[in-house]
Structures are given as C-alpha cells and as structure tokens.
C-alpha cells in the first residue's frame, strides 16, 4: 500500500484521510474495498453524498449509457435534454406531489455555492444585509458560507473579516431560554444593535454541530417567524435531504415551506457533483447570470440525478429509511447506550450521532479508529469532535447495518473499558 | 423544440441558453448537436473546460472503463487510486518537468472554490488580510472570490460588504501609469491607508474582462514586486490554464513561478468536475481540514484528469494550440479587422477577442446572435460586453476552425453592414 | 422670542430644543431661565454634564482667574500647569485614595471620542478584534462607539458597515439567562461563531437604555469573567461617573477595578469640554500620538476639571449625593410610584427613572412637555423613550428638589388623568 | 521644571509634548511663555486652533463678560442667546455675503466629530456607502474618520476593520495620472470593482499629507465631478479654514460651493472647543438628534466664535494673512530654499512647509529640535515627518514673524552644516 504519494505531493489540508489510513479501489452499496482487498463497512457515506449506495447499479447504468452516445456532458448552463428531464422529474416527482411551487436554481456543484445563492437571493430580495444563522451550523466553506458556518476552527483559518451575520444560539444551547422570543427580541427591541434580518438559515439537523435535532415545533417556530416579520426562510438540506431522515426533504416532517432551500450531495445520485437551489416562483427576480459557475451544467449529474429520484420513488426508500432507523435506534439504545450512563444518543432517520463529550470528547477518535481497525468506517463530528456519527446508505442491507452496529459496540466496549 | 420546460420551472437566473434558445443533445469534438439535429461549431468551449474536445474518446473511455469495474465514484478526500494516479501524473508529467515543486490541494470541485482556498492559504500564512486584485478581473461567484472579481453586475447582486480588497487598475487602464510603481507606492507610503497586501491576485488573460493578455514583461514584474516585498503571488489558471494560451500554465510564457496556481475548467479533462491549487511546498502550513468540500474527492474526475494530461501530453497539445493559434490570428487579422478600424483584436494561443466597443458596444450581442443562426457558437465578454470571444476546443480540426471563421466573418460583416 | 433664527439656519438634525422651546439665557445651581425671565428647575443636567451645579461659583471663578491672567488656553497635548495640577488633584485626590493605578490619557474632549480611544488600546494590546457590548447601551455616535452603540435610531442614521463588535442582552432582557454563563459559552464553544473578545464594554447604569442599573453581582461577575478569560474590561463612566451615582466612580460600589475608564461630561466641572480615559499602567504601550485631537489640550476644562475634584470633596458630593438620593426615591416610590400600578422605577444615586412602557411608552414624551409647561426640565430615555428620567445637579438644594419632584407627579397625574 | 508628573501619570501616548519639553503657562498672540520666563515665538498657532492669536483679548474679554453674567455655560442642542448669536453672525457676516446657503448643525466639538456626521448625511442623503478620499489626507481620529485618513500609524494603531472607502491617489502622487479621469473611470468601467461613492472628502491642502495645496483647478474639477456624476462634495476645513489660506473658507479660491463644509479648530476664537458642519438645505433631512454629541452646546465656544467673525471681519484678517503669506513665501524662498537644491517649499497664506525628505526625511525633527532651542515653536508633518510646517497665529506681528524665520533659517543652517 503506498500512501507515500499523497504524504510527499498532497497538500497537508487533506483530513479524512487521516483516519482511514488506506487505499480505496472500489465500492458498491454500504461496502467500500481498498487496495489490500479488505472490505469496510461504510458508516459514512461519503458525508451523504452516496445516499442510494456507492455505484447503485440502476442510476450508474443510466450516466454509463448516456457516457456511450456521447451525450454532451458539459454545457454550462445552456437548454440540454438530460437537464430538461431532471427539472421535470425533480418538479413531477418530488415538489408537485407535495405541494411546493419551487424554482430550480442550478448553481456551482457544493453545497456551499448553493449557499452562497441563497444568501445573495435573500438580501437582493429583501434590500436587507444582515442572515440570521444558528451557533452549532455548518453551511460551507467559501467566504458566504464560512460568514455563517458556527465552526472557529474552520472561521479562524480563512483570516478573513465576516459581516452581516447574526449568530443566533441554538434550542438546546442556552438553558431557559426561548429562541424565538429571543429573535423576536432581536427585532423588536429598538436598542438591540441588531438589523433585522433578510433570512433566517438553518439546517433541521445540525449534523456537524453533533446531529442535533431541531423539534417539528422549533421549525414551525421559526417558519412562523419569518413569516410573521417578513423574513426568508433558507433551509440548508444539503447532509440531510435526499430522505436521510426518512423524506425527501428533511423538514417535510415539520410540515412547513421554507422560502428558499438548498441541496446537494446526494442530488447528484452516485456522488457525482451537483447543487441546487429551491426558491419559490415570488422570489424568482434574479437577473440573468447574477450567479453563476462553470461546472452548474454537469450533464451526468442531471442523469444520475434523475435517476436518483426515479430510483427512490420507485425503491420505497423514504419508508425503508424510517424502518431502517427505527432497528438502528434501537440496537443503539438498547446495546451501546447502556454501556456508560453518560453517553448521549441523538438523531432520526438514518442519521445518528453518540455523544461521548460528557465522558471525555477525545474517546470519539478512539472510537472511530477501532472502529476502522474493525472494518467499519465512521466519522467525529460535533463539539471537540466528541460525537461518533453514523451515517450510513440508505439502502444498506439490514444484516449489513447490524453487523456494522455490532462492530461499532466492540469499538465502544474496547474504549470505554467494559 | 420543448424549452418551456425551463421557462416554467428553471430560475431566471439562467443565462447562457438566452444566447442560444435550442436544446443540445450531444457533442464531440468541436461539434455540437441540438434536438432538431442541427450541428454546431463550438468557439465557446463551454467556457473552456472542453478544452480537449467534447467526448474525447481517449479521456471518456478512461471513465466508462472506471464505471464498468464499480471503482469508487465519490470518496472525500480519502485516498483512493485514482486520485494517487492523477496526483502522480500531474507531478511527473506536468510540474516537475516544467521545474516547479508545487504541492496539490484539492477543493470543492469549482474555479470559485479554488480562490477561496488560495487567498485563505494567503491570509493564514502572511497573517494579512489585505489582497490585491486587478480591475477586470474575474475569479469567481462565492462571496470571497466575488470580494475580489471585479465585475459590478455580479457584485451588486450579492448586495453584501466586501472587504480586505484592494482593486488595482489593470495596466491598460490608466494611461502613463506604471502599475508596479503604484503598487509599490501603496505599500511605501505611510500615507497610502492601503495595508500591504498578503497576496497579488491576476489572471494572465482577463478572459472576462475582454481577453487582455498581460504581457510577459508585466508578470515578471508582478513577480518581482512580490517577491521584493514577501508578497505571495496568485495565478489564476482556471479559465486560460490547461494549454489554452499554448503551454500548460498559462505563465510559462514570462518564465515565472507563481506562489499559489488555481486551476479548473479542463483539468478535469472532458467537463469533469474538478478545481485544484498548487502551492509551493513552502507554503504547506495548512491544518486538516482547514478548508475541504464533500466533492473534492470525486474519482471520476480524477480519472479524467489523469487521462487528458495523458493525452494532451502524447498529442502535442501545446505545440497544436500554438500553430492553430497563429492560423486563427491570421484570419481574423486579414479577414476580420479591416471590415472596420474600430475593431480591436486581443488575444493568444486559442482565446480570441475582437473588441467592437469604439463602434457601439452593442454590437457583439449581434454577432453572436447572427452566428448562433449560422451554427456557430461563441460569446460576448468584457466592458459592456463588447468584445466578441472566441475560444474553440484546442483540438478543433483545422477545417472547422475555417469554417467557423468564415460564419464568424459573415457574422460581422451582416452587422458592421458590409 | 425669538426661535426664528434656529429654524432658518439651524439643521434639523438638532433635537433637545424641540422639548423645550424656549431660548436660554442664563442658569445658576439647579435653576435656567429662559429669555422672558420664567426659571425652570433643571432635572435633565445638559445629560449629566454639570453635576456641580450650572455656574458653580468655586469652579467658575477658578476658570475666570484663569482667564484674567492670560494663562494659555489651547495647547495640544503639550505640558502646562494647568494640565499637571489637573493630572496631580485627580491622581492625589481621587485615584491612589481608592487604591487604583490608572495613567490619564487625553483625548478629544468627548465621551465619544474616549470611547473610541479605548477600544483602539483594547484591540491593540490584545491583538484581538471582536469587543463585547451589551444591548441597551449607549456609548457614543462616532463610528467606533456607535457599533458599540445599541439604538438602533442611531446607527441606521449613519448607513454604515459595523464590524467587530458582539451585542449581549443586557441581564435584565431575557428571562431565565444568565449572561455570565451566555459570554463564557460564546468563548468557551467551539461552534458559537463569535470570537473571543478584546473586551467588554459597559455602563454601571445604562442611562440611555432606560436606567438600567446593573447589580453590584453583576459587576463583580463581568470582572471575573474578564479576569479569568484574558479579556478587558471598560467601563463607560461618561454620564454615570462623576459622583452621579452617590461615589466618583460609578463601579465602586460592586468593589472592582476596570482594565480601562472612559469619563467626561462632569469631569469637566461646569460643563467644559473634556474627555480622559483612565487605564491600568500595565496596559500603557501606546506609542505617541496613536491616538490624539486637536482639543485634548484645553486648559479651562482642566482648571474647571481641578477645581470641581477640590469641591466635589471638599463638599462632600458623593454623601450629598447619597443622602438626596434617598430622599427622591421615598418621593417617587410613595408620591408617584402608587398612580399607576404599571409604572416602573429604576435607578440610584441621582439618577433616576420611571419606566411608563407598559402603559403606553408615548406617554412619557407628554409627561415631559407637561412638567415644562410647570418650568420643570427633564427629558425621556429608554426602549421607545418610554422613560421619564431625572437627573438633577448633585448639589440641588432640596427644596428645589422637592418642588421638582412635585411638578413632575402634578404631570404625571394629568397625563395619567388622575 | 518638574515634568515628572506627566512622565510619570500620564499616558505614553502623549507626543507633541517630546518635541517641546518644558512646562508652559500663559501665552499672548503669537508668544507662549514657560515657568521658567523663557519666551517662545509659535509658528505652530495650536495645530491651527489659534489663529487669532492666544488670549486675543477682544475675543476672551466677550468670554469673560459672559461668564461674569452666569450665562448659561452648557446647554446641549437647547436654544440659546449666545447660539443664536453665533448662527446669525455665522449667516449675516460669512455665509450670505459669499453667496452659500448653508445650514450650520452643531457636532461633538472636535473635527472628527463633524467629519463623521459629514459622512453619515452623505451616505443617508445618497444611500451609497462609499466614499471617495484622497490618498496624503488627514480628517480624524475617530473611526469613521480614521476610515478616510490615510496615515498608516494612526490606521494600525487601531487594529480595527474599516470600510466602504476607495482611496484615490492625490495628483501629486502618479506621475502622468489625471485623477479626475481615474475617478471618472472607476465610476463608469463595469469591471471596476468600486462603487460609486456618495462623496467626495478632500482638504483644500493636505497639511498633515505633508502642506499640500489643490490648484483652483484641481478643486473645480472635483467640484464638476461631484455634479456631472451626482455625488456629493465634502470639504474638511478643519485645519485651513478660518482665514488660514487668505480667505475665510478655504476654498474661496477656487470659486466652488461645496455640499459639506467641516470645520473646527480657529472657529472656536481662542480655542474653545466647537465643531460645526454646514451643509446646503436642500440636503436637511436629518431626523431629530441622528446625529449628537454633549458639548454641541459649549456656549462659551459659541461666544468666542461670534466674537471671532466680529474680529477677523473688522481687523481684515483675510486680507493680512494674504499679505503676511507674500511676506513669509518671499523669506523662504529667497533665504532657506538656496541652502539646499533639494529643498521644496509648498503652501499658501499663512501655511507653509518645507519638504526636506529628498536629503533625508528625519532632518526635519532636528529643525524642530535645534528650533525649539531657539524659542521657535514648529512641528514637522507629511511622508515619513519629512515636511518643517510653518503655521504662525495669523495676526502674529510682522516683526516676530520675521524673527521666528531667522530662526528657523539658523536652524536649517546648522542641521544642513551650512
């Protein structure tokens, strides 16, 4: 195995590679193989990029067959077929049927240029600078972005000046205290020193603050703000739409609209590069290229891209997620939990996270690093990193997701000593 | 013809399909074909990152072939192989031989994320916040790269507060104004209120801001006045990188080594997502994860990428683009210029622009409109968009580089009334 | 009368003229009279600039003296008698006996200005940029203060970009939060988004803000989390210090020493322009001139500033001032308080506010054009300047006090229509 | 002499004290005394806050008379004789008889102060952000000010993040550039990346810049720029207005109306603090109090400023100071400039320096030093100090002024080894 190359040419920035100290080959559903022909167990799913599982077959056939036509594959974002059948898939399929009336934005391929458009969307809209975002958010890493993500780690390495962002504590940050009304505050109160804002941006799940759940209520909580103060709601979807927590979008289960959403990872099908912007028709007073990016007409992204959402209508994996997630809660509840009273579960769907921080923050790296040494992939995530995350596919076999669960309990028992 | 598909759902912020209202279906070559069958000559090069044709068969059949063994699609910034073979590739066949010692950073798989990373790396390492940036420039979308793009359209868009930039007239501006001496009078003088920069930021073409080729004198000056003041230097080499202006780095033709070299578009060989940085393994002070993006490990990239330096090393690239560069200047300087002596032509190696802003600025979007109905593609770019941009595919055939010409000229001549 | 001239020729901008309009002539004590010969009893104190009374005849004659000697008047920051006899009474007389160690810097004769000055020296040495404010405070209109500054009136004026400063609630704003715990989280989580400030900067009581006392707790609990933390600690005693609170400094009573002071109003006797900011002799790494201004040099202000530190002790002000206190709370709380079940009483020493908010926050403007029409001066603060604040000179006489305090509860029971 | 009180209590941010060690006590005219007798001839006239003389005593006997009354010393923004006075004496004497029409707004008394409300009405006026000043200037020290002046060490002192201003190179400073078409040019070019400002802020000579004087020229066509291109003209007269260059505003010369006129310093008579903005009445859309500051009610300032107008109007100051300029220019040219072919003399009416900066910058403070010596008070400015700034009382007698130069003519000749 020789890793020599990247520890010799790669820029020192790279990271997961540091806890996965292997060569990758090839992958196909939850299994990930590497050089030495040993077979993992993937408990992190290209951070939610590979939703319907590595080389799904059935969306990774169609980018396979489009590739042998010489179907146009860059096109920047002119008319194309492939792209004209995922709008109408994506708008058939996935908005219309429940009951949204979504623009589609195609923007560069991260999640953090659709950000970026979203905050620019909101402020051109409003004519108002100021985002209200929540401490314990990651929303990417470009400058926009970064103005926003919660993360000093990530903040204080760009040495860079961030304006026009309201940090707003998150629900179960500050005991007693009633977010809403404080953001109600915020507004109201003439000597607050805080613009009101032009949205209000939040992930339904804080996945890298440590998967913390924002309640259906909080949602509707601050969609009724919003909407009561003339303020944009922007829900970042990015790590967990694409049914992760058991529906296409995450906050179907709050039962809301936000004004504007953000996708992207698993949109694209197979990992293959693709972001999204969702903002309702009222909103649509962009000007022609106010934002834009080279690769935002990816034609293989659009295949695969369809093919994902023909794949999770017809594959029932929003009802399989909730399924799935109910036998991982349990196995976790009932076979790591009691393992020391301090371990903190939290997560929906088939996103999890298990809180060792109230032990000791870095036992998480020990955790996912037996892990590795067990086959299993899994990553920290979290304040101090103290949160072991799994994130597994979607489509993961049931005996698969067991055994990886088994491995995982070993990791725990081995590191918390029982 | 179906377009109402992106009338109806896609937001108005598309842009390029208004100049070219049909729908492509595929591509090779230089060629482009819609629904109706119609064929096009591309001189847009999907704005050059087609750089080696659409559909090389060579560099798409490395990807078909990857896809058909279910080698790993999307892995973060894991090791795989696929990424070890690009990096080996790059470094042997590209920066060591050309005598540079760069390190490989890989972004989010855009030009835009590329920037942020390189003027972060900047910032961090020269512990200043301050950039210097050249007007006409243009470096991306996201809110760090836009901080520095100078184009006020999508500046004002943003509607957001940009700071630590200072914008340096590009030497053609101000006429009898040496730029390196008032660069170097704006760090000398203790009354300048500009703060020495961390880094010097440029295109070597402002592709954007109407193909202004700076001279190779002018950046070995840049280099110099950095140098002399331990300023870092940035290349952006995203859109005239790739052999675009004849050799592999566009600055190779001024003999210097740039700090910081961001590159995009064709590095991933046939449209692939990709964006990359080179730093000098000097600079590599870089902490994991500082900056990072989910899709910067996309494998088929990096399969593509390995091939295309493959290819356009075993095909002569350079050398072809340079001949083919002299037979386009050729025609458009017998055949084009003299229809009026207002027009103004810029350019090098194979991106072209022919500046019809003494006559009426819009005139270009004529020309383009009247060679799209002549199945020619090409855009406007530049003040006013006023300069008619040609940028084929550095592979086109002789013969269809003519024939696009020729549409090009006639194009012209219909407009200028000749 | 003749108000024409100020309408003419005066900006609009001009405000405090619009509650009483009248013309000025002369004032001596507690007591204004106006062109036509009516006297006004002053409770508004030029917003605490005269503490010692208007004309105070020990000051004044001093400053005369002065005059009549042709002792310099203007000299920059150069040595004169003057400003070493200034610097000498507050060092021997007021500093060193409270056991502090504070060097007096000069600044522009503002409390603005010395505001600015200190978060300059704050940023400075801690090379840290972010300063910590709380919402309700008022700390001045320059740019610097003013992003400080919580009134939201104020800082929309000035159309600015405000940077670097962090607002807290104030304790008294959100339920159940303890602010202590609220700062320490921001610093101590690594996802709040918030960097670690320079300082914090406060009133003891925020005047503006609707005569918000803090506690003596709270006082002592913001210089441990100061102390324990690294950071700075300001205290704003421009309109609170000066004996206004029953001892010179207004934070002596919770029994601390702040990093750095800011003062004026008072500080310079009868209301001549002087500013000084007091900070630890450990902090004194300014070099010459970093700070400066043309009137930091008036030696009047420093005669009257002397000769109001020999009166205020040699008359026992802060007694006085402790004694009168009493006094008009037992007025308010017995004469005015029992009107109206909803009104609300702050404050101490001699400041004093009630808060008519929660009955409707215009009726405090009307209560306060009623006491002018009984020749009784005070003005309105607080969140919708629902606060009727008094704030008479220290050295009232106390039966002008109490015929005050009669006036005011004749117009709060007109309004009130009792 | 006993400066150890400063040394030892006051801040180490004191400075022009350095350069003039010695106490001083009372001054007359153009002659400040020491505590030791010793006489000194100012040519430095309290950085231009004295320019009627120290003590004049028609001025400080309207004071004295004033104080002697019990006049009411301090009255925030309320209505007063003695302002009401100021502003028709301000109206009636200065502004009508020169064609302007200004409203007069009282700031904080410090310069800086009227330049941060200066550039709060332009931004509120325009709502545009920008400002546009000139690289060499100087107008404050408090952050918004700071944001424009463009002296280095006062700008890093602040470690602060500043703002929406483009810096333009003054005329002097690129050889070969006309600013006016650079500034035309950042407005018009699309790729400019500047804004467009709400105003233009320049002084008439950039004293600290180094005695710079604008050409009538120059001011008109900046004055033209602001109109063509509707953005406002703001003129810091801080320091050279008040008669200093020959005429009471010191633009006069030049024939032009600015939008904004600041001024402090010698508007205050005799040094007493005042600042006041005058701004045309078509821009009056000041809300109540948006702007304010305690001592806009310095009353005595406001008697010694009418008493200040009554004098120079009476006694001819303008036309003296044009005379004593002749005097003054045809000293240095004919005795100190042939000492040195590197010498430069630049200035008008009564303020001059010369530039020694081509010989070697720091000689200028051993001409300070070796003056001071000879009872001659003047201080250096401009690039690197490099500039000795002559700026004497404007009523100084012709006598002393003559004496003060051979001075300074001895003190060149001793520093230059003549």
């Not at 995922?86 to 623009?103: A, C, H, N, S, V």
């Not at 990651?138 to 304006?163: C, D, I, K, P, V």
């Not at 507004?187 to 440590?210: C, F, L, R, W, Y």
């Not at 929906?348 to 299993?376: A, C, M």
Request: hydrophobic share 40%.
């Amino acid at each position: 195995m020789k890793t020599s190359t990247f520890e010799q040419y790669e820029s020192s920035v790279r990271s997961y590679c540091r806890h996965f100290p292997t060569i990758f080959t090839d992958a196909k559903g939850a299994v990930m193989k590497d050089e030495d022909g040993k077979e993992y167990i993937d408990f992190f799913c290209g951070a939610g990029a590979v939703n319907y599982g590595h080389n799904n077959s059935y969306i990774k056939n169609k980018v396979v067959d489009y590739l042998m036509t010489d179907g146009i594959i860059h096109a920047l974002d002119m008319y194309t077929v492939p792209k004209r059948e995922f709008i109408e898939t994506l708008e058939q399929k996935i908005i219309k049927p429940r009951g949204y009336d979504y623009k589609i934005m195609f923007t560069g391929p991260t999640g953090t240029n659709g950000i970026e458009a979203a905050i620019k969307l909101a402020r051109k809209e409003t004519k108002r600078r100021n985002i209200f975002a929540f401490m314990g958010c990651f929303h990417g890493m470009t400058h926009g972005a970064l103005s926003l993500t919660s993360e000093m780690y990530a903040r204080n390495a760009a040495n860079a000046t961030f304006t026009d962002v309201t940090h707003i504590p998150a629900p179960y940050m500050v005991e007693g205290m009633n977010v809403i009304d404080y953001m109600q505050m915020l507004i109201d109160d003439d000597h607050s020193a805080v613009e009101k804002p032009a949205a209000v941006i939040m992930e339904t799940v804080q996945a890298e603050g440590g998967i913390r759940v924002f309640s259906d209520e909080f949602l509707r909580d601050v969609r009724d703000f919003c909407t009561r103060n003339g303020i944009l709601m922007i829900i970042d979807d990015v790590q967990v739409g694409c049914c992760r927590t058991g529906s296409f979008f995450s906050f179907e289960r709050a039962g809301i609209k936000p004004d504007i959403v953000v996708m992207s990872k698993s949109i694209g099908g197979i990992g293959m590069p693709l972001a999204i912007v969702l903002h309702t028709a009222e909103l649509d007073h962009w000007k022609p290229g106010e934002h834009n990016g080279t690769f935002r007409g990816n034609q293989l992204s659009f295949i695969a891209g369809k093919a994902a959402i023909d794949y999770l209508t017809e594959n029932n994996v929003e009802a399989e997620t909730k399924r799935k997630g109910e036998l991982i809660r349990d196995f976790l509840e009932t076979q790591i939990l009691p393992l020391d009273s301090r371990l903190e579960l939290r997560g929906l769907g088939l996103i999890w996270g298990i809180d060792v921080g109230k032990i000791n923050p870095e036992l998480s790296e020990q955790i996912i690093e037996k892990s590795f040494e067990k086959n299993l992939i899994c990553e920290c995530a979290g304040r101090e990193g103290a949160v072991v995350k799994m994130m597994p596919p979607l489509v993961i076999e049931d005996e698969l997701l067991i055994e990886g669960l088994q491995r995982l309990k070993k990791s725990f028992e081995e590191v918390l000593g029982k």
